[in-house]
Structure formats: structure tokens, C-alpha cells
């Protein structure tokens, strides 16, 4: 069994490591959905090295997700109005299919529940078919669509997915 830990990122110098990690997932895995442009325009807008470190400032917690001990992915969340923001859950392609995300998740609802938190939420590209297939498994349900711009001519096109979190 793969040993999986969440390593929770507490020093600045990390964030450059996260933003590294970014890079590689997202342009492996959204070029194709979402074209190699807006994939850059938003590393930069929201996984480089000020932004990240703007997000942690207003309450985001950042983790690695490591697999044994390499760093396989990262994930963040926000809880904000008695409820979780899962912002971001990336793993790199070569770590997928291995229980990553679903440890994370597992790990996103413990939080949940110690926190008084009921319901988990996230947005993902309506064209990101595996990946709304694996949140269907994990117990996420589709609550609506949106549509956000997010400036230079570009617009993230998600659906909003949800999660109860057990009692």
C-alpha cells in the first residue's frame, strides 16, 4: 500500500515548491482542455509564488501530498460561512490512481468535521470529464454552473460540486 501523508505547508520557502508543482500539473493536464495560453495566464494569476502567498495571508491552508516521500500533489482549502472551499487538489499524472486524492479528501472532511464545518464545495471545468467523474465517486454532487471571468479575454466555465459531510 502506497503510504500517503498530508504535509501541512507552513514556511514561505515552500510556496515555491507548490508554484513548481503547479506548473508541471496544470499544464500536463489542462493544455488540452483549456489551451496552453489560459493555462499560463492562470499560473500566474493564481499559482505563483504572490498570490499563493496572498492566499495563505487570508486564511487558505496549504498541503503537499506526498507519496511515500516524494511530493505527489498539493491541495487547499478555505473554510469560509460554515463551510469548506476546496480550491485546489492536484496530483501529478504519474501519481494518479493511486488513493492521493481520495486520501486528501478523507483528510479535507476530518477538518471538516473537527471544525464544525457540514459541506464541502469546489469548482471544476465543465470539459474536466475525469475529473468530475472521480468527485462523483468521492460523493460530490453537480449544485449548478458558473461562469467567471478572470480577465484578459478569458472565463473559467465550471460546474459547482458539493459534498455533505456526514455527522
Known sequence: MNSIRIVPITEISHI??????????????????????????????????????????????????NSRDEKAGYMAFKLENGSMFLSKIYVAKRYRKQGIAAAALTYAEEVCKSSGVSSMWLTVNKYNSNSIAAYNRLG????????????????????????????
Do not use: N
Request: some cysteine; glycine content about 6%.
Open 16 to 65: 515555491q515548491e507548490v508554484c513548481q508543482l503547479a506548473e508541471e500539473i496544470w499544464m500536463e493536464h489542462y493544455e488540452p482542455i483549456i489551451g496552453q495560453e489560459q493555462v499560463r495566464y492562470m499560473i500566474e494569476k493564481f499559482q505563483s509564488p504572490e498570490p499563493v502567498k496572498e492566499q495563505i495571508e487570508s486564511g487558505y491552508q496549504y498541503y503537499f501530498l
Open 140 to 167: 460530490f454532487v453537480t449544485i449548478r454552473e458558473q461562469v467567471a471571468d478572470i480577465g484578459q479575454g478569458y472565463v473559467m466555465d465550471d460546474y459547482v460540486m458539493e459534498k455533505v459531510i456526514p455527522e
